[in-house]
C-alpha cells in the first residue's frame, strides 16, 4: 500500500532554514506529481508546494521565494527546503499527491519557529 513517510522538522529560530524530506512508497513515483502542506493548530490544511513529474514547480504566495521544492525519482524521495523561516510557518508539514484524489496522509513532520 501507499506510504508517506516526512522528516527533517525540529525547532529552529526565526530566520533559520530546514529541509524537509518525503518518502513515497507503493506509488510510481516518478509520474506522480507531488506536494508539500503545512496545517497549524486550528487551521486548515495548505498546499505550500507542488512539483510536477516533469520538475515544473509551484509555490504558495506565502513562501515564494523562501522555500524550494526538489525530487529524486530514482529514491523516490520529494524535498521542501525552507529558509528565513517565521513563526507563521510553525505547521505539521506532510507530502502527498499535488492534487486529490490524495494518498493515506503520513504522520507529518513538525516544524516550529521560535526563540
Known amino acids: 500500500q501507499v506510504q508517506l513517510v516526512e522528516s527533517g522538522g525540529g525547532l529552529v529560530q526565526p530566520g533559520g532554514s530546514l529541509g524537509l524530506s518525503c518518502t513515497a512508497s507503493?506509488?510510481?513515483?516518478?509520474?506522480?506529481?507531488m506536494g508539500w502542506y503545512r496545517q497549524a493548530p486550528g487551521n486548515q490544511r495548505e498546499l505550500v508546494a507542488t512539483?510536477?513529474?516533469?520538475?515544473?514547480?509551484t509555490y504558495a504566495d506565502s513562501v515564494r521565494g523562501r522555500a524550494f521544492i526538489s525530487r529524486d525519482n530514482a529514491r523516490g524521495t520529494v524535498h521542501l527546503q525552507m529558509n528565513n523561516l517565521t513563526p507563521e510557518d510553525t505547521a505539521v508539514y506532510y507530502c502527498?499527491?499535488?492534487?486529490?484524489?490524495?494518498?493515506?496522509w503520513g504522520q507529518g513532520t513538525q516544524v516550529t519557529v521560535s526563540s
Open positions: 512539483i510536477t513529474s516533469g520538475g515544473r514547480v
Open positions: 507503493g506509488i510510481i513515483f516518478r509520474v506522480a506529481d
Open positions: 502527498n499527491a499535488a492534487r486529490p484524489p490524495w494518498h493515506p
